[in-house]
């Protein structure tokens, strides 16, 4: 069985995903019905309500901000080309890695997003989130630049 918080993801990508979905589709989507319609259906198996509700509010509150830094990420792969599922699971992600990292290890993010990409996505998708979370965490929260190496400022 999935770990609470791995669970939590799960509905977490769940919910973003239909908003997605549904708002590109038109619809007039109220996130706080959604969020709770998509937990009553895991109400007994995870407890930490809260942390899935953060994680898809942050998500959506940041959403703009975080598609400016993941665009940078995978420059040959425009976002509105990127699996929706995909683009799901890389917002989720970064959103962790920028906004929660004093509760969530990167190494964690990284590797939850991982697996949400072999469960959900394409043959290639978890090398996929995997390659474009890397190079997040190496120029985004450690400060390096895309190719690695550091930058200027953190190369002495």
């Given amino acids: 069985m999935a770990s609470n918080r791995h669970l939590g993801r799960i509905v977490a990508l769940q919910s973003l995903y239909e908003y997605e979905v549904r708002t590109n589709s038109g619809d007039d989507v109220d996130v706080e019905a959604l969020i ?24 959506l509150d940041t959403s703009t901000k975080l598609d400016e830094a993941l665009q940078p990420l995978a420059p040959e792969w425009p976002l509105a080309q990127i699996a929706r599922v995909d683009h799901c699971i890389l917002r989720l992600s970064l959103y962790e890695l920028l906004h929660r990292k004093d509760a969530v290890p990167p190494k964690v993010a990284i590797n939850e997003a991982v697996e949400l990409a072999k469960s959900f996505g394409s043959d290639n998708s978890s ?7 890397g190079t997040a965490y190496r120029t985004l929260v450690e400060g390096g630049s895309a190719d690695g190496k550091p930058t200027a400022e953190k190369a002495g």
């Fill in 36 to 59: 709770a319609r998509n937990l009553e259906r895991y109400a007994s198996e995870i407890e930490d309500k809260d942390f899935v509700a953060d994680l898809v509010r942050g998500v």
């Fill in 127 to 133: 090398k996929f989130v995997n390659g474009v979370l």
